[in-house]
């Protein structure tokens, strides 16, 4: 079983920057493929960012490619995207997701989330 705690969320303006955290619990964090997934009102759950256990591969959404950086730290059971250029439409919750296996961009193939963190940017 793995707990996810997400933090960081709040109301910024657009241009500017957050950074999201994730504190996963268990001894085995390393093996989890860990994502950030974000939902919008009225809208379905999409996948944000995610980045492999072992060798750090990460992986982005289009919508916020060269704008977040996603990170993680073993030691810590962290993950955490550095989101820069914030614009209104990344306003959502923000979920923190893992699972055991590859890369997926699928919500429904993730076995564990936290309880999200709001992010509103205002314009």
């Known amino acids: 079983q793995v707990q996810l705690v997400e933090s960081g969320g709040g109301l910024v303006q657009a241009g500017d920057s957050l950074r999201l955290s994730c504190v996963a619990s268990g001894r085995t964090f390393n093996m989890y493929y860990m994502a950030w997934f974000r939902q919008a009102p009225g809208k379905e759950r999409e996948f944000v960012a995610g980045?492999?256990?072992?060798?750090?591969?990460?992986y982005y959404s289009d919508s916020v490619k060269g704008r977040f950086t996603l990170s993680r730290d073993n030691a810590k059971n962290t993950v955490a995207p550095q989101m820069n250029s914030l614009k209104p439409t990344d306003t959502a919750v923000y979920y923190c997701a893992a699972r055991l296996g590859g890369r997926t961009y699928s919500a429904s193939e993730y076995d564990y989330w936290g309880q999200g963190t709001q992010v509103t940017v205002s314009s």
């Open positions: 980045i492999d256990g072992p060798i750090d591969w990460t």
